[in-house]
T-cell receptor
Framework: EAEVAQSPRYKITEKSQAVAFWCDPISGHATLYWYRQILGQGPELLVQFQDESVVDDSQLPKDRFSAERLKGVDSTLKIQPAELGDSAMYLC?????????????????FGPGTRLTVL | GQQLNQSPQSMFIQEGEDVSMNCTSS?????WLWYKQEPGEGPVLLIA?????ELTSNGRLTAQFGITRKDSFLNISASIPSDVGIYFC?????????FGTGTSLTVIP
């Protein structure tokens, strides 16, 4: 069964260091999402790609976070410099298409996430 | 970003009991979704609801799309130990997903 792959699964870093997370969506999925999930809360969207283009990054802290999906397939999320408050689970998800007509839904499939701890 | 309000925040129940949880929002959604997340994993979709008033079942799970389009409910009947996890609702506007704060479920054998 096709799955969204993420690596690393766990990352421990010191504040002010740079970290990067990688996501490989399900083959053929045009839409890719990066979410941040703080412990005890639901996921919050950071950035959404349609193929290689960013369609929504309104919640991405652009002073320290960047995301790219150069060839419209896999994606990298980077934090530089990391801060203590960035400790969270970073989830990647993909779907075949973004949006949908009323009464339809393009299911998001989530990866296992990367657990980031900033010391 | 917007977060939907889920209640209860946590539940401790005996195996075999039924479970009810709900999700409310100040905004209207086109689609309501319910996910389950287990420790160290990403959320997995359980049920999707597309129309106000819709009632949909998936095995022992039943979910409803509220008439006002601002709320949704999830019921689990005859709980079993493997139902343990965190249940999230999510609302979909057609462009973006907004997730609830989660309900943590513990089933005591």
């Amino acid at each position: 069964e096709a799955e969204v792959a993420q690596s690393p699964r766990y990352k421990i870093t010191e504040k002010s260091q740079a970290v990067a997370f990688w996501c490989d969506p399900i083959s053929g999925h045009a839409t890719l999402y990066w979410y941040r999930q703080i412990l005890g809360q639901g996921p919050e969207l950071l950035v959404q790609f349609q193929d290689e283009s960013v369609v929504d990054d309104s919640q991405l802290p652009k002073d320290r976070f960047s995301a790219e999906r150069l060839k419209g397939v896999d994606s990298t999320l980077k934090i530089q410099p990391a801060e203590l408050g960035d400790s969270a689970m970073y989830l990647c998800a993909s779907s075949q298409l973004a949006g949908g007509l009323a009464g339809s839904y393009n299911e998001q499939f989530f990866g296992p996430g990367t657990r980031l701890t900033v010391l | 970003g917007q977060q939907l309000n889920q209640s209860p925040q946590s539940m401790f129940i005996q195996e075999g009991e039924d479970v009810s949880m709900n999700c409310t929002s100040s905004s209207i959604f086109n689609t309501w979704l319910w996910y389950k997340q287990e420790p160290g994993e990403g959320p997995v979709l359980l049920i999707a609801l597309y129309k106000a008033g819709e009632l949909t079942s998936n095995g022992r799970l039943t979910a409803q799309f509220g008439i006002t389009r601002k709320d949704s409910f999830l019921n689990i009947s005859a709980s079993i130990p493997s139902d343990v996890g965190i249940y999230f609702c999510a609302g979909y506007t057609g462009n973006q997903f907004y997730f609830g704060t989660g309900t943590s479920l513990t089933v005591i054998p």
